[in-house]
């Protein structure tokens, strides 16, 4: 969909969700962010949690915050019976860099 054609939709949804709020004059942005769950071989997002391992760290996607736990459970079933010990600090890494919030690199404008 295009910005325009989303921004009018987005706008015509709230008009009807929120009538008594005018939103003539508010300012509008779309953001388009790449997904990074896996797909299946149809090309859809999985149905169940999805684990995967490279080298020695596990990756793993919910698809749904409802299949958080199942995912956990997935989790430590690969772990086999691994916790972590005192004996082994964490590695020192550097800190990570802040990133930009979609909404502060966004072009913001009204609906004509």
């Given at each position: 969909m295009?910005?325009?054609a989303a921004l009018r939709?987005?706008?015509?949804?709230?008009?009807?969700?929120?009538?008594?709020i005018s939103w003539d004059e508010k300012e509008w942005a779309t953001w388009y962010g790449e997904?990074?769950?896996p797909l299946d071989e149809k090309g859809r997002l999985p149905a169940a949690p999805v684990v995967h391992q490279w080298g020695c760290v596990l990756f793993g996607w919910p698809t749904k915050l409802t299949f958080?736990?199942?995912l956990s459970d997935a989790v430590l079933k690969r772990l086999?019976?691994?916790s972590p010990?005192?004996?082994?600090p964490p590695p020192r890494l550097p800190p990570a860099e802040l990133?930009?919030?979609p909404w502060e690199a966004a072009s913001w404008q009204t609906l004509p």
């Open positions: 295009e910005t325009a939709f987005a706008a015509s949804e709230l008009e009807r969700i929120f009538p008594a997904r990074a769950e958080v736990p199942a086999g019976g691994i010990s005192l004996k082994s990133g930009v919030y």
